[in-house]
């Protein structure tokens, strides 16, 4: 058992910018286990490059959310484009 642990914690510090690619929107949605989490932070800490990409991604995951129409706004965009089409019916 504690042979286990050691090699996956070993493994887990080798984690490189090709394997925080493969995982990083899968830790941006909060969905990896706790070791591999915790190993694509430390590197998004310590690689420049790959911190960046992760704060691009969490800018367009957030410019995202805020795009997409409420049920409200969606409700006045139809009766805009409603009025529209009597207009130019019309």
Known sequence: MKRHFLRRRAA??????RHVGSWLQSYLDGELDEVRHRDVARHLRDCRRCGMEASTH??????LRRSVPTPEETASLNRLRDFAERLAGG
């Open 58 to 63: 969490r800018e367009l995951k957030a410019s």
């Open 12 to 17: 887990s510090q080798n984690v490189d910018c």
